[in-house]
């Protein structure tokens, strides 16, 4: 039983310098986006607001998504550093089951488990919201993403978002908005 504890908490430690959101107890099953078009979701979309992360610091956060193959979606995510440099990853994101599209699974590295990415609501041409939970023996570990067509979205559909969120166990009061000023985020397109 000693062991268990010990691995447990040893997990919790590598879990909470990864992200920030670990919570005892399982990942909620939320609902996906019904009848997900991945097709209509290809582009660009500014990050709005996110759950806390340590492997995102920046602001003016950019997510294109383009067409690669059939079932997968390449990804480069952008972000204007504090120190006016860019930084860009790319990755891929992957239908794990043809009979859920809106459940994808992204991957960043070639080495590296590829990690839930799932698109709860979305109307394509103004605003999405991805959610992510992966279970550590008994903890979870959520990430998540408001994101909008344009640098900004309004304070209703905000506020229905929010509400999805809260509906699946998220505590939105968490959420931090990204800056995404035009004359600050000028320096991303340079």
Request: charged share 20%; with cysteine.
């Amino acid at each position: 039983m000693k062991a268990v504890h010990v691995i447990s908490l040893t997990l919790l430690s590598v879990l909470t310098a990864g992200a920030q959101l670990i919570k005892f107890g399982k990942c909620p099953k939320p609902d996906v986006q019904a009848n997900f078009d991945a097709t209509r979701y290809i582009g660009k979309w500014y990050e709005i607001q996110k759950l806390p992360t340590t492997f995102q610091k920046g602001q003016c956060g950019t997510a294109t998504y383009t067409p690669t193959s059939p079932g997968v979606i390449g990804v480069l995510n952008r972000e204007l550093l504090d120190d006016g440099s860019v930084f860009s990853i790319v990755g891929s994101a992957k239908v794990k089951d043809p009979a859920e599209p809106a459940k994808l699974e992204v991957s960043f590295y070639e080495t590296s488990p590829p990690g839930p990415y799932w698109v709860l609501s979305t109307d394509y041409e103004g605003h999405t919201l991805v959610y992510s939970c992966t279970q550590f023996g008994p903890f979870s570990a959520e990430l998540s993403w408001i994101l909008s067509r344009e640098p900004t979205l309004s304070k209703e559909t905000m506020e229905q978002l929010h509400s999805i969120l809260s509906s699946v166990g998220v505590n939105v009061d968490k959420m931090v908005p990204t800056n995404q000023d035009e004359t600050y985020c000028r320096a991303m397109d340079q």
